[in-house]
């Protein structure tokens, strides 16, 4: 079955970088386009970023523009997720999924937990 | 990007139908057949219930259903049971390959 696992999160202050990870199996990776979606404490969910199946793609919501960057490796079933610049509104539960018909999530990880506190 | 607009807080009682509903806007969710919905139970991991306005994903039972007039995309669910209470989300396509989310809705079952 999908399994996605994420990791990589933790605590770190502003102005700093962090680089998570999410590792899937269970499925042909290299033949889906892929997301990740936050979550920050008691809120809803936001879109972060979509990343096509072949890496050839990517689109990322305003709030990280400029300071995310989605790559995959498919060769390992791995993607990354580097932030830069952290604020304290990163601050959140960071979802991998995976995309269906580039417009939908349905598969989830478990999630990452990214703190940027001083 | 602004977030879809949900209500915080339905309530229900078991056996009875609840309708959630999901606020945007011409540019997306009036704009779009793409609207989904994702239950998420506390400390877990959303899954995607609703999908196109009106599909269900293979294991989603039929009382969830979706539908959509103009700007304001609906979830409803009958017969509710116990299992159903958790937070619903909506999320619709927003053009130039993005998404945004509705702010969540917490269910209830009374």
């Known amino acids: 079955q999908v399994q996605l696992v994420e990791s990589g999160g933790g605590v770190v202050q502003p102005g700093r970088s962090l680089r998570l990870s999410c590792a899937a199996s269970?499925?042909?990776?290299?033949?889906?386009?892929m997301h990740w979606v936050r979550q920050a404490p008691g809120k809803g969910l936001e879109w972060v970023a979509v990343?096509?199946?072949?890496?050839?793609?990517?689109y990322y919501a305003d709030s990280v523009k400029g300071r995310f960057t989605f790559s995959r490796d498919n060769s390992n079933n791995t993607l990354y997720l580097q932030m830069n610049s952290l604020r304290a509104e990163d601050t959140a539960v960071y979802y991998c999924?995976?995309?269906?018909?580039?417009?939908?999530?349905?598969?989830w990880g478990q999630g990452t937990l990214v703190t940027v506190s001083s | 990007q602004s977030a879809l607009t949900q209500p915080r807080s339905v309530s229900g009682s078991p056996g009875q139908s609840v309708t959630i509903s999901c606020t945007g806007t011409?540019?997306?969710?009036?704009?779009?057949?793409?609207v989904s919905w994702y239950q998420q139970h506390p400390g877990k991991a959303p899954k995607l219930m609703i999908y196109?306005?009106?599909k269900r994903p293979s294991g989603v039972p039929d009382r969830f259903s979706g539908s959509k007039s103009g700007n304001t995309a609906s979830l409803t669910i009958s017969g509710l049971q116990a299992e159903d209470e958790a937070d619903y989300h909506c999320?619709?396509?927003?053009?130039?390959?993005?998404?945004?989310f509705g702010g969540g809705t917490k269910l209830t079952v009374l």
């Open positions: 999924a995976r995309d269906l018909s580039s417009k939908y999530f349905d598969s």
């Open positions: 269970g499925f042909t990776f290299s033949s889906y386009g």
């Open positions: 990343i096509w199946d072949d890496g050839s793609t990517k």
């Open positions: 011409s540019s997306d969710v009036g704009g779009y057949i793409s």
């Open positions: 196109d306005v009106t």
């Open positions: 999320c619709s396509y927003a053009g130039s390959y993005t998404l945004v």
